[in-house]
DNA sequence: ACCTGAACACCGTTCAAGT
DNA sequence: ACCTGAACACCGTTCAAGT
C-alpha cells in the first residue's frame, strides 16, 4: 500500500464520516501515519487531493458495472440507474463530491467520467434498437436518463422527496417512471 | 436596510463571487461594515448565517414566479422549470447552496421550500386536467419533472453535459424532451 | 439589544532542512 | 524521491466588556 493510496483511504473515509469540511489535510496525514504536510509531495494542494478521491470512486463504480449474461439492454440501464443510486444514497458526501463542481480540471477526473458515460450510450443505443427507448441522438437521450437519476438523488438527499403521506417517491422509483413512459412513447 | 440584511447581502455577494469557501464571517462583517463577529448576534453561526441566504433565494424565486393571464397550466410548468434553469446558470453558486443537503434543518429554509412546491404540485393538477400530463400521484408526476430539471443543472453546471459535438443538450433541451414524452405517453 | 476587541484552537500552505 | 518541523496568515467561535 503507497503513501499515495493511504492518503487517498484516509481522505475518503474522513469525507463520509463528516461532510467535506471534515476533510483536513492534518488528519489525513495523521490517519495515514505521516506528518501533517506529507500529502504536499502527493498533491498540489487539497482540491487535488479530493479530486483524486473522486476519480477513484468513479473508476470503482465504472468497474462494478460488468454484467453477466446478455440481458436486454434496458434492463441492464435500469439496474446500472438504480445501483447508481443505491450508492448515492449509501454514501451521499461521496455521491456529492464525485458529481459536483471542479473548479480544477482535473484530466484523471474527466478521463473517469468520460469513460463511464461512454459505455451508458452505447447501451442506450442498444436498448433504442430494441425499441424499448424512443428513437432521436442517443447521447441526448442518455442525458435525459442521467440527469433524472442525479435530480432524484440530489433531492432526495436535500429532503426535498420526502415519503410523508401518500405522494412521496423514491428516486428509483422516479426512474421506473420514466423509463415505463419512455417506452410508451416512441 | 438592517444589519441582518446587510450581512445576508454580504454573504450572498461573496458566495457568487468565490464559492462557499470564500464566504467568511470575518469578510462578511467587514463589508456590511461591522465588526468580524457582529455576525453572531444575528445568527448561531456561520451554516445558519448561509441557511438564511438560501431561504431568501427560495422566496425570491417563488415570488418572481407570479404569471399574468391564465395560459395553459403545461406552458406555466415549462416557463417555471426554464427560468429554475436559468438562475441556476446564471447563479451557480447560489443554486447549490439553495438546493443542497443541510445538516441543520432550518425551520425558515423549510417552510421556503415547502411553498414553492405546493404551487408546483397545483400546476402539475390542473395540467393532468387538460390532458397534457400523464395522470398518476401529482406529487410524484411533480418529483419526476423537478428531480430532472434539477439533474440537468447538475450535470451542466459540472461539465457533463457539454455541448461538443452533435450530442450536447443543455438543460432546457431535456426539459422540453421531457415535457413532450409526457405529452405523448397518458 | 447590539456591538467590539482580544483570545484560543485550528487549518492550508510554504520553507528550510533532513534521509 | 520522500518526509519532517517550524512558521505564517487566516478562520470559526467564545468571552469579557462596552453603549
Redesign the pocket.
Known amino acids: 500500500v503507497t ?2 493510496d493511504a492518503l487517498v483511504d484516509a481522505a475518503t473515509d474522513l469525507l463520509e464520516e463528516g461532510g467535506v469540511a471534515a ?7 495523521r490517519r495515514a ?10 498533491f ?4 487535488d487531493l479530493l479530486a483524486a478521491v473522486a476519480a477513484r470512486e468513479l473508476r470503482r463504480q465504472y468497474a462494478s458495472r460488468r454484467v453477466r449474461g446478455h440481458p436486454p439492454a434496458i434492463e441492464t440501464i435500469a439496474a446500472t440507474l438504480r445501483r447508481h443510486i443505491r450508492h448515492a444514497l449509501a454514501r451521499p458526501e461521496l455521491f456529492r463530491l464525485t458529481y459536483g463542481a471542479w473548479r480544477t480540471g482535473s484530466p484523471e477526473l474527466a478521463e473517469a467520467a468520460m469513460t463511464g458515460r461512454a459505455a451508458f450510450i452505447d447501451l442506450v443505443v442498444a436498448a433504442q434498437a430494441d425499441g424499448d427507448l424512443p428513437a432521436g441522438d442517443p447521447q441526448r437521450v442518455s442525458s435525459l436518463l442521467l440527469a433524472l437519476t442525479h435530480g432524484a438523488c440530489h433531492l432526495a438527499l436535500a429532503g426535498h422527496l420526502s415519503r410523508t403521506g401518500k405522494g412521496g417517491a423514491a428516486p428509483a422509483d422516479l426512474v421506473d417512471d420514466l423509463i415505463a413512459h419512455l417506452r410508451r412513447a416512441p
Chains 1, 2 share one sequence.
Do not use: I
Open positions: 503513501t499515495r476533510v483536513t489535510l492534518r488528519e489525513v496525514g501515519g505521516v506528518s501533517h504536510n506529507a500529502p504536499y509531495k502527493h498540489a494542494d487539497k482540491e
